[in-house]
C-alpha cells in the first residue's frame, strides 16, 4: 500500500515549455486535490475532484490544467510553464471529500519544479 | 471567506522544553481546524484536528491543541519536545459547506535545540 505518489519527484523546465505531474493514489479514494507550496505562503489548492468525472478550481488556478484519468490518477498539466509557477507542488486524496468530520485527506511526497 | 493567521513563521526551543505554536482564524460560520505536520522533504501528515465538542483536541505524537471561540484561536502545544519533532507546522480551516477546500496557514518551523 503506496497511499499517494507522485512523479517526477524533481524538474527543471525552460519558461514557455509544457510538462504534467503524475499522481495515484491507491486507497480508493473518491476525492483527489492538487496544492502548491510557496514559502511563507503555506499550501494553496488549484484544483480539485471530488469524484471520478468531476473537477473543480480551487484557489489558484490559472496557468494549470487537470485530468481525473480514472478513480486512481490526476494529473496537473503546465502548458506554458513560467517562472511563478517554480515551486513544490504536492497532490492529495481523501475518501469522501466534502466532510470533514470523517474525512482526512493524505498528501504525496510533492514535486519540486523550477522554471528558468 | 476563512483565513488562517500563524503568529510566528520560526520557533526556537531546546529539547524537552515545552512548546506552543500559535493559530488564529477567521470565519462568520463554524469551522472545522486542523494542524498538520511536514516532515522535512515529505508531504503533509494530519496531527489533529478539531470539529466539535471538547475544545481540548489530543493528536499523535502527544501533541494537542485547544479551541478558544472568543478568541478565535487554536494553538498547538506539547509539554517536552524532542529532537524528531523539528518540522512544519500548519494550522488550517475548513467549513462543512466548502470542506473540500481547507484553506492553509503559512506554517510555523519549530526547530529544537539539543
Known amino acids: 500500500n503506496a497511499g499517494v505518489t507522485q512523479t517526477p519527484k524533481f524538474q527543471v523546465l525552460k519558461t514557455g515549455q509544457s510538462m504534467t505531474l503524475q499522481c495515484a493514489q491507491d486507497?480508493?479514494?473518491?476525492?483527489m486535490y492538487w496544492y502548491r507550496q510557496d514559502p511563507g505562503m503555506g499550501l494553496r489548492l488549484i484544483y480539485y475532484s471530488a469524484s471520478e468525472g468531476t473537477t473543480d478550481k480551487g484557489e489558484v488556478p490559472n496557468g494549470y490544467n487537470v485530468s481525473r484519468l480514472n478513480k486512481r490518477e490526476f494529473s496537473l498539466r503546465l502548458e506554458s510553464a513560467a517562472p511563478s509557477q517554480t515551486s513544490v507542488y504536492f497532490c492529495a486524496s481523501s475518501e469522501y471529500g466534502g466532510q470533514p468530520d470523517t474525512d482526512t485527506q493524505y498528501f504525496g511526497p510533492g514535486t519540486r519544479l523550477t522554471v528558468l | 471567506a476563512q483565513s488562517v493567521t500563524q503568529l510566528d513563521s520560526q520557533v526556537p526551543v531546546f529539547e524537552e522544553a515545552p512548546v506552543e505554536l500559535r493559530c488564529n482564524y477567521s470565519?462568520?460560520?463554524?469551522?472545522?481546524l486542523f494542524w498538520y505536520v511536514q516532515y522535512p522533504n515529505q508531504g503533509l501528515q494530519l496531527l489533529l484536528k478539531?470539529?466539535?465538542?471538547?475544545?481540548l483536541v489530543k493528536g499523535i505524537n502527544g501533541f494537542e491543541a485547544e479551541f478558544n471561540k472568543s478568541q478565535t484561536s487554536f494553538h498547538l502545544r506539547k509539554p517536552s519536545v524532542h529532537i524528531s519533532d523539528t518540522a512544519e507546522y500548519f494550522c488550517?480551516?475548513?467549513?462543512?459547506?466548502?470542506?473540500?477546500?481547507?484553506?492553509f496557514g503559512s506554517g510555523t518551523r519549530l526547530s529544537i535545540r539539543p
Open positions: 486507497m480508493n479514494h473518491n476525492s
Open positions: 488550517a480551516v475548513t467549513t462543512l459547506l466548502s470542506a473540500s477546500k481547507i484553506i
Open positions: 470565519s462568520s460560520v463554524s469551522v472545522y
Open positions: 478539531y470539529l466539535s465538542g471538547s475544545t
